[in-house]
């Protein structure tokens, strides 16, 4: 009985130490270097990422290098030099490879795409929590892999979303010729991503009224003869075009970026849904799923956000 008690006695102590290395190697973590933070720096572009930082809470990259740092020193002497990437692809278990990006050196593109964020984005963007995008990494151009048929067909796309790091924001070099409509859309598609994983985890009930509207099999289907003459007559907002050797195919959109497709139209028309109405007024089933969407839009804005005038914190 008493060399158990000796054993247990022993198997305490160690526990302890083992919690105080652990305690220890958090502390070593908390030193670790920021990659999100932002200082100030000479020039418009570094001054505007600056103020979204420091207002908001908001961290822009124009790099997809983020800094390096050095991590010791390898069996000759030399620094180990770490360089931190914003990887588009990267997640927790690997990386995608079906984007690319071209960052940007068009510091007036910038300066727009930044403004429009402050403008569009940040009045509705979700509280610090699992909804809320860590960054965003402002590129040229962003384009996409995908398999229709036996082939594999590479588009352009605004956004990318998949990557751990943050939202990849693409199309600047097109945003500054973008209409002021463009830009509310362009705003729209980068607050759809986030409301959508949250009205899909939520709303999976409600959702069943919306899909069946365009009907379950017009999902995600590809063909080189379009299944209707506009996209609007199945109740989507647009499709895919691609060509697929050498032929022009379309492609309807998957049921998420249907919901995300109506989410960005939601926030594109916030405080005008008549001018919604009066575009597609000919099209009854985008208004049906226009008013299936709108509450469950709200629902996340009351859930998640806290709405405030442009500009403000």
């Known amino acids: 009985m008493l060399r158990n008690i000796f054993v247990v006695l022993g198997m305490v102590f160690c526990f302890c130490v083992s919690c105080d290395k652990e305690d220890n190697d958090v502390k070593a973590v908390e030193n670790m270097r920021d990659w999100y933070k932002v200082e100030d720096k000479p020039g418009e572009v570094n001054h505007l990422l600056y103020k979204m930082y420091k207002y908001y809470d ?3 990259f124009i790099n997809d290098t983020l800094g390096q740092e050095e991590r010791g020193v390898d069996a000759y002497g030399e620094p180990i030099v770490h360089t931190e990437l914003f990887d588009m692809g990267y997640y927790v278990y690997g990386t995608y490879t079906d984007g690319r990006m071209t960052l940007s050196a068009d510091s007036a593109a910038m300066i727009v795409a930044i403004n429009m964020i402050e403008d569009r984005v ?3 963007l979700p509280e610090p929590g699992a909804y809320r995008s860590h960054s965003f990494l402002l590129a040229d151009s962003v384009f996409l892999t995908q398999q229709i ?3 594999y067909v590479t588009y352009e796309t605004n956004i990318y979303s998949r990557g751990i790091r943050g939202m990849v924001i693409g199309k600047l070099n097109a945003i500054k010729k973008m209409s002021e409509d463009e830009l509310k859309w362009f705003g729209g598609e980068i607050l759809a991503v986030k409301c959508a994983d949250w009205i899909q985890e939520f709303c999976v009930d409600e959702l069943l009224d919306f899909y069946k509207i365009s009907g379950d099999s017009n999902y995600d289907e590809a063909s080189m003869f379009a299944p209707a ?6 109740g989507f907002i647009k499709w895919l075009e691609v060509e697929v050797s050498s032929r022009n195919w379309v492609k309807t959109p998957t049921k998420e970026q249907d919901i995300r497709d109506y989410i960005a139209a939601i926030y594109a028309y916030w405080g005008e849904k008549e001018r919604f109405y ?11 799923k226009f008013d299936l969407m709108v509450p469950l839009v709200e629902r996340f804005e009351e859930a998640n ?5 442009c500009g403000q914190k």
């Open 58 to 60: 908001v961290t822009i």
């Open 229 to 234: 003459d506009c996209p609007e007559e199945l």
């Open 122 to 124: 940040i009045p509705h």
């Open 305 to 309: 956000c806290e709405v405030r005038p």
């Open 149 to 151: 048929g036996f082939s």
């Open 278 to 288: 009066e575009l597609y007024r000919d099209y009854k089933d985008i208004i049906k």
